[in-house]
Structures are given as structure tokens and as C-alpha cells.
Nanobody, 122 residues
């Protein structure tokens, strides 16, 4: 059974930082690209960041470039998302996902976590 479990969400004030983590099990973690997506209330799910199988390549949505950093630890089967200078507009449920094809399209991902809530106050 493949399972992705996000953690680290919570309430943070605007301008603050938060670090999300995703623990994977039941798959060959180091063979998958890992992505982060988010879904705000009443909005469609959107791409945030992706990292390739080795961690050597990263790609970010324009809205988070320079503020967010995605990283992975293949020895621990984890992927993280460091989020800095957060704004209230980034309040959303954040999802971890796995895909061996390295893509920004959510339809291209094979496995998804349950999500972790991030709330940014004014």
C-alpha cells in the first residue's frame, strides 16, 4: 500500500514561515519525482513545486519563486517544503504527490497524500 502523509501545517501570521514535510511508504521513493500542490477554499488545486528523483532539479510556480524551497531526503523517504514570507492568500490545504515523470500537471501524479492545512492570518 502506497501512503503519503503530510505534516507541519498550522496557523502562521502574514510574513512568517512554515516548513511542511511528507513521509512516503510503500513505493520506491527515490525513483519518483515529488510535488507539492495546494487548494484554497473555493478554488481549484494548483501546482506549487516539484523536485526530481535525485533532488538535482527543482521547479516552482511563479507565485512562490524566491520564497519557497522544496527538498528531499531519499534516505528517509521524505520531501519538505520550506515556506517563507507567507501571505493570507496562501491559506490552503497543501498536498504532497508522487510521479515518476516530473510534471506540473496534477493529472500526471500517481499518488497523493491527505493534505495538511496551512492558515495565514493578516
Amino acid at each position: 500500500q502506497v501512503q503519503l502523509v503530510e505534516s507541519g501545517g498550522g496557523l502562521v501570521q502574514a510574513g512568517g514561515s512554515l516548513r511542511l514535510s511528507c513521509a512516503a511508504s510503500g513505493l520506491s521513493f527515490s525513483t519518483y519525482a515529488m510535488g507539492w500542490f495546494r487548494q484554497a477554499p473555493g478554488k481549484e488545486r494548483e501546482f506549487v513545486a516539484v523536485i526530481n528523483w535525485s533532488g538535482g532539479s527543482r521547479y516552482y510556480a511563479d507565485s512562490v519563486k524566491g520564497r519557497f524551497t522544496i527538498s528531499r531526503d531519499n534516505a528517509k523517504n521524505t520531501v519538505s517544503l520550506q515556506m517563507n514570507s507567507l501571505t493570507p492568500e496562501e491559506t490552503a490545504v497543501y498536498y504532497c504527490a508522487a510521479d515518476r515523470s516530473y510534471t506540473v500537471r496534477d493529472s500526471g501524479y500517481d499518488y497523493w497524500g491527505q493534505g495538511t492545512q496551512v492558515a495565514v492570518s493578516s
